[in-house]
């Protein structure tokens, strides 16, 4: 955290009479969240309440964490930004949107972990659950590949097909549930732009914890890059993926997104192409790409206890290769945002 930042903020942001500044509740005269004390040393979604105008508090750019734990940089004003971190036993999603007039808001906010299947969960064919971010793909994803690690085992060129033929079944719709999809394959489609020196706006801090933002102000370099690397996380679990979306308020419309990153954790996790005939503690990479895909075409999470056939519920176990068919309701979920 930029402590200079945060001091010049307050006295930028002067406090009305009789608020102490250490009160991250009070508000100022025009119904604001006053700004945070300079003596904070982490910008929590109570410490800056909904409705503090962060551009005024010199905040944009600074971390955040909202609740479940995930970090995030706050974006330019009319600019939201999601993060939503996969685990093994559960998921997390949370946002953070600034409007146009500078006020910050926690949409969307998402927790779901230690949840299992159960027996009277619908088949993938017949169950219509789904979510959105309220956000989608105005027109053809673009994306690049980074050009550091590879899962163990991939060259580029695999690693590049594995995600490429999973762009495909997302555009596609493809499933076993003979259902034919209902939007055009035409607006889920993607295009690679091949392998770039960027990184995804993923950044590790010494917290612990890697947030969405890449450390400039603005926390993003507006190319969706998906890459390999570390992913790291304070508790006793590290995600097998994470997924960063940017997005653009539309009036009267879903929002327009902007910038979607990808990491896939190969620090932590092994990913492989076809399921090895000895597997264990290893992860469909395929799979896992659909997921995350899914997520940066603006859909959401469904519930792992009540829909965990869907390919959009909050858990993958190892060597499980089921995600890698759309079930009924996250066709139904694309239609909705795409149809």
């Known amino acids: 955290m930029r402590l200079s930042t945060l001091a010049a903020a307050a006295a930028a942001c002067l406090l009305p009479v009789g608020l102490l500044a250490a009160d991250a509740s009070a508000s100022d005269a025009d119904g604001r969240s ?10 929590t979604d109570e410490s800056v309440p ?5 551009e005024a508090c010199g905040l944009v750019g600074e971390l955040i964490e909202v609740e479940g734990g995930l970090e995030l940089q706050i974006p330019e004003p009319g600019v939201t930004l999601t993060m939503e971190a996969y685990y093994v036993d559960g998921a997390e999603m949370a946002s953070v ?27 993938a064919c017949s169950d219509s659950a789904f979510t959105t971010k309220d956000a989608e793909q105005a027109g053809r994803w673009n994306w690049w ?25 997302l555009s596609e719709g493809h499933n076993n549930c003979n259902i034919t999809p209902g939007y055009s394959e035409y607006a889920v489609s993607a295009y690679y732009n091949g392998v770039s020196e960027l990184e995804s706006d993923f950044h590790l801090y010494g917290d612990g914890k890697s947030v969405c933002g890449d450390g400039s102000l603005d926390g993003r370099d507006g190319k969706s890059v998906v890459d390999f690397g570390n992913l790291d996380d304070p508790g006793n679990t590290t995600p097998l993926a994470a997924e960063c979306t940017w997005t653009l308020p539309q009036p009267f419309n879903k929002n327009n997104i902007l910038e979607s990153d990808v990491r896939f954790n190969t620090t932590d996790k092994s990913f492989y192409y076809n399921k090895p005939s000895s597997c264990s503690n290893r992860f469909d990479l395929r799979g896992v790409a659909l997921h995350e895909f899914g997520h940066s075409y603006g859909l959401g999470h469904v519930s792992e206890s009540s829909h965990g056939n869907l390919t959009m519920s909050t858990q993958l176990d190892d060597c499980d290769n089921s995600q890698r068919t759309l079930g009924n309701g996250d066709l139904l979920g694309l239609k909705d945002i795409y149809g």
């Not at 006053?34 to 910008?43: E, F, G, N, R």
């Not at 230690?114 to 969960?121: F, H, I, N, Y």
């Open 50 to 54: 909904e409705g503090t105008d962060v």
């Open 145 to 169: 590949l980074g050009d550091g690690v590879r899962p163990a085992g991939l060259t580029t060129s695999e690693t590049r097909d594995a995600l490429k033929e999973a762009l495909t079944w």
């Open 97 to 123: 949107r600034v409007a146009a007039d500078g006020s910050i808001a926690y949409p969307d906010e998402q927790i779901s972990a230690g949840s299992q299947l159960t027996a009277s969960a619908p088949g």
């Open 34 to 43: 006053a700004c945070p004390s300079p003596v904070a040393t982490t910008l």
